[in-house]
């Protein structure tokens, strides 16, 4: 289990954005194959955005005081979950989700369903497919999986 530092960010600044936007776009570029250079800039655009109005922002910083990973939430729902790509696979995304579990109370996710990854990650977490749409929020042609946390399994 990787040591890391997790903590909700108070502070927001620009450094910091500019930090975790660095971390999304590894992650994305690992996982979202399906993707396009030019969706992946254009997706890139809306992120500082999207980082800046989560209502609960958690990141995941190594010993350097770097972020490593970082978890957007909202109402119980997990908005976003990336992890920079020296970090996947050593369990800092179970340990972060945990974390969101047990201190605001996640319940929910969306997934995109050609993110095998992602979504075999969730289902091993706990996480069940309840619905399925054949566009993303944005009317793109992405299937996104809508999953709940299965108390029984966790």
């Known amino acids: 289990m990787v040591n890391m530092k997790i903590y909700e960010v108070k502070e927001r600044t620009e450094l910091l954005m500019e930090q975790l936007l660095k971390v999304w776009e590894e992650s994305v570029r690992a996982t979202h194959q399906f993707l396009s250079e030019k969706e992946i800039e254009k997706i890139k655009e809306y992120v500082p955005q999207a980082l800046a109005g989560v209502q609960s922002l958690v990141i995941a910083v190594n010993g350097s005081g770097e972020p490593a990973a970082f978890m957007g939430i909202e109402d119980h729902r997990l ?27 996640i319940e929910e996710l969306t997934v995109n369903e050609q993110n095998p990854q992602a979504v075999g990650f969730y289902e091993h977490m706990g996480f069940e497919t309840y619905k399925r749409t054949d566009m ?4 793109n ?14």
């Open 79 to 105: 908005e976003m979950l990336f992890l920079s790509q020296k970090e996947r696979g050593k369990g800092l995304g179970k340990q972060l989700l945990l974390y969101g579990i047990q201190n605001y109370g």
């Open 136 to 139: 993303d929020e944005e009317g």
């Open 141 to 154: 042609p992405y299937p996104l999986l809508y999953m709940k946390r299965n108390d029984e399994r966790v």
